[in-house]
């Protein structure tokens, strides 16, 4: 029997579902191959080492611990949460208002360049890839949300609409966008800092300990108590925009 025989597929069970589907493809849409060019913003962490208040793997992970859950967890998550509702219900305006709301907390215009740069490379990548093009039908344009599937918007919102089409459970979304952001910020440690590539495996593992409790507070988070307010990490970013020599972009 040649190998091509003995692998021959239809002597190997069918096993798949729609949910390995859905799955498959929310790990497809947070991987940090992703061309949305996240690997090229530090969110402040690279002017936190020029001010010495990151230096080494413990302060390293202190921070990012710190930054997912006081900055990410009451922001980002909370709108990739409320924007996934609001696809799938249709709901064009509060799609709309849930971007806006994004673009005015940026308190910096590095943060703002980011967000907005990642999520229109994020509409153009599902694009081309034809993402979406069976899944949600289009929404109207308003407020800078295209009326097409492969949206323009920030990021949050952007993700937001491509996980939406998915059969994917909410907290599953959430899952994935924080631990997409955590690889990000993982490897912008290792070359900031800088740190081997262990410190930042370890820098992840302990990330991952504390995303589900960073998700289970986006998910229950009220829009009166949503918010973008971390003063240090907004002057960090000020400095970052005239930091003399620096490798990330925001």
Known sequence: MTTAT???????????TGIDAALLRLIWLAS??????????SEGLEAAVEA????????????LVQQLHASLARSDLAVVARAVEAVRARD??????????VRQTRETSELRQQTEQMGKSLGDWMKSVGWGDEGTPPMG????????????GTYPVAFAMAAAALDAPLRHILLAFAFAWSENMMQAAIKAVPLGQSSGQRI????????????????????AQR????????ILSAQHEIQYSRLFRS
């Open 6 to 16: 003995a692998m021959d597929s239809t002597s190997i069970p069918t096993t798949t």
């Open 227 to 234: 918010q973008s307010f971390t003063p240090m990490l907004a």
């Open 204 to 223: 992840l593992g302990r990330l991952a300990k504390d995303i589900p409790a960073a998700v289970d507070h986006a998910l229950a988070l009220p829009d």
């Open 32 to 41: 940090p191959a992703l061309p949305v060019g996240g690997f090229s913003y």
């Open 92 to 101: 064009e305006e509060r799609l709309a208002q849930l971007d806006a709301w």
């Open 141 to 152: 344009a308003r407020g800078g949300v295209p009326s097409s599937p492969h949206p323009t």
């Open 52 to 63: 010495g208040l990151v230096r080494d793997e413990a302060s390293a992970g202190e921070w």
